[in-house]
Nanobody, 126 residues
Framework: QLQLVESGGGLVQPGGSLRLSCAGS????????IGWFRQAPGKEREGVAC????????YYPDSVKGRFTIFRDNTKNTVYLQMNSLKPEDTAVYYC???????????????????WGQGTQVTVSS
């Protein structure tokens, strides 16, 4: 059974940091492009970070560029999202996704993934 399991969400004050983890079960994440998407109530789904399987190239939208970093640890079959300088508008449910057909940039822009995790809530509030 192929599963993605996210962890690391929670409540953080504005300006703070969180690191989300996405662990793969039943398949090897190194062979997949991995994306972190978010969904806030009343807002469209947004791809906030995607990483390629081939060369670990990354894509970020302007809304998070310079604040978020996606990276892999293939020894742990895990992909991370480091989020710094968090803002209240970053509040959302964050999902990890895996995809092979689309490249990382297209995956993020289209917010498309073949496999999805269950999501983890991130709340940025004072």
């Amino acid at each position: 059974q192929l599963q993605l399991v996210e962890s690391g969400g929670g409540l953080v004050q504005p300006g703070g940091s969180l690191r989300l983890s996405c662990a793969g079960s039943g398949f090897t994440l190194a062979y997949y492009n991995i994306g972190w998407f978010r969904q806030a109530p009343g807002k469209e789904r947004e791809g906030v970070a995607c990483i390629s399987s081939s060369d670990s190239s990354t894509y970020y939208p302007d809304s998070v560029k310079g604040r978020f970093t996606i990276f892999r640890d293939n020894t742990k079959n895990t992909v991370y999202l480091q989020m710094n300088s968090l803002k209240p508008e970053d509040t959302a449910v964050y999902y990890c996704t895996a995809e092979r057909a689309l490249n990382a940039r297209s995956m993020c822009i289209m917010t498309w993934g073949a496999y999805w995790g269950q999501g983890t809530q991130v709340t940025v509030s004072s």
